[in-house]
């Protein structure tokens, strides 16, 4: 067993900046990558952002490219997603997952074993 906890949402204005942690515990030696979600209300959960865990490599969806920055501290298991310059449509609860297999380009919701309970993100414009 996985366990994610994910913290560091909350409200704030457009153009400002938070950053998300996800903090895992548990069976994490076979992580294979660590990854970012969003679910805003009435849509379907989206990626966001994920990264190797063996080599860092990382990936984004277009609509955060340039703009977040997911990093990882493997000796304290846990994940993070500096969100810079945010937008009302960045609105959302945040997930953070874990797949045990994971190449980068992988996007896909089934591939992740693992989730956090969700931090929500709320974009004021």
């Known amino acids: 067993q996985v366990q994610l906890v994910e913290s560091g949402g909350g409200l704030v204005q457009a153009g400002g900046s938070l950053r998300l942690s996800c903090s895992a515990s548990?069976?994490?030696?076979?992580?294979?990558?660590m990854a970012w979600f969003r679910q805003a209300p009435g849509k379907e959960r989206e990626f966001v952002s994920a990264?190797?865990?063996?080599?860092?490599?990382?990936d984004y969806a277009d609509s955060v490219k340039g703009r977040f920055t997911i990093s990882r501290d493997i000796a304290k298991n846990t994940v993070f997603l500096q969100m810079n310059s945010l937008k009302s449509e960045d609105t959302a609860v945040y997930y953070c997952?874990?797949?045990?297999?994971?190449?980068?380009?992988?996007?896909?919701?089934?591939?992740?074993?693992?989730w956090g309970q969700g931090t929500q993100v709320t974009v004021s414009s």
């Open positions: 997952a874990r797949a045990l297999s994971y190449y980068s380009g992988y996007r896909y919701v089934n591939g992740f074993d693992y």
């Open positions: 548990g069976r994490t030696f076979s992580t294979g990558g």
């Open positions: 990264i190797s865990w063996s080599t860092g490599r990382s």
